[in-house]
């Protein structure tokens, strides 16, 4: 099952069942449901996607039966229930987790890409850097901006994300992936070029920081377009993942390339930290990132990340709104 949040006309957010170009709104396909069964429609209420998703949604076993359902009998659909994707608004997955944690240099065409030596698990563990949620998260379709205090040098890279459906503390690799809702994309954009106080007296870290401080501006996080259920994807380790800038292929990998699966991501960050239904971790970029080749993106430009059985986010750039121009009084909807 792949269920998604959008709007339409009325901007409500919904609960969707996402089918590639379409959107099922559930409600819609739960009284379709019903009238075809006789059933009593499920009493779905909220837009909080892990309530529809293992381990422990309340809404699961009805969004199962109803999914499952509107796969078989398609026709019996009404048209209110069948949405086309273009003329939906759709919103973030997991609108504001308590925590959005990333790995880097998780593929080692990526170590390769940037000069480095392949490594394997026995030789070191999993890096981990965090990205402020409430603001560099995107949905799919919103626009990616390129930061006015660094725009030349702003990089791709398209990840498999694991949110989180159960709280877990020293979870071991083998009992992990009990505790995942689900699988989306993400797209950890990065500015490649932030040289933070170019006049500073260099200190040991400063690389360090201009790195992960340029992961952190606005936009910088595209998510969705939807989740796909845990149950869905059995094995988060034979997904294959590309991305399109323009239409033309950068990234093409599977991830089976990854150093730490997902299950070993996850026991490794439950070690140092809980964590709970809703939190994201992207599980790191594999090869073929702009900084490689020294192509970058610019305004206009239209990504494309993919991931079998979850979907493509889509994602265009744009320039940051120049100086001078006002703040918004009041945030999109997430």
Not at 42 to 71: C, K, M, N, T, V
């Amino acid at each position: 099952m792949r269920i998604c949040r959008f709007a339409t006309n009325d901007h409500v957010p919904q609960v969707g069942l996402f089918v590639d170009e379409l959107v099922i709104p559930l409600s819609a396909a739960a009284a379709a449901h019903a009238r075809a069964t006789g059933e009593t429609p499920a009493p779905f209420q909220g837009d909080d996607l892990l309530d529809f998703l293992p381990p422990h949604g309340q809404y699961l076993a009805a969004a199962r039966a109803i999914a499952s359902w509107a796969e078989r009998s398609p026709d019996a659909l009404p048209p209110e229930a069948r949405l086309d994707l273009a003329a939906v608004e759709l919103l973030l997955p997991i609108p504001r987790p308590s925590k959005l944690l990333l790995l880097a240099g998780n593929y080692n065409a990526l170590i390769l890409d940037g000069g480095g030596q392949p490594t394997g698990r026995a030789e070191t563990f999993p890096y981990l850097f965090s990205k402020p949620a409430s603001t560099t998260l995107t949905a799919s379709g919103k626009p990616v901006l390129l930061p006015r205090i660094s725009p030349d040098r702003i990089d791709w890279e398209i990840e498999l994300g694991v949110v989180m459906g159960a709280r877990c503390r020293h979870v071991p690799e083998a009992e992990a992936l009990k505790y995942v809702a689900g699988y989306t994309v993400i797209n950890d954009i990065s500015d490649r070029g932030l040289r933070s106080n170019p006049q500073r007296t260099e200190r040991r870290d400063d690389g360090w920081f201009d790195w992960e401080h340029g992961k952190w501006h606005d936009t910088f996080c595209p998510c969705g377009p939807c989740i796909a259920s845990a149950d869905a994807i059995p094995d988060p380790q034979r997904l294959a993942m590309k991305l399109w800038v323009n239409g033309d292929l950068k990234q093409d990998a599977n991830t089976d390339q990854q150093i730490f699966p997902v299950a070993a991501a996850v026991e490794f960050i439950s070690d140092l930290v809980t964590l709970e239904p809703g939190d994201i971790i992207s599980t790191g970029t594999p090869g073929g990132v702009g900084h490689a080749s020294g192509t970058y993106l610019a305004p206009g430009d239209r990504m494309a990340a993919w991931i079998e059985g979850i979907g493509t986010l889509a994602s265009p750039v744009a320039a940051e709104a120049t100086a001078g121009a006002a703040a918004p009084l009041a945030t999109a909807r997430r």
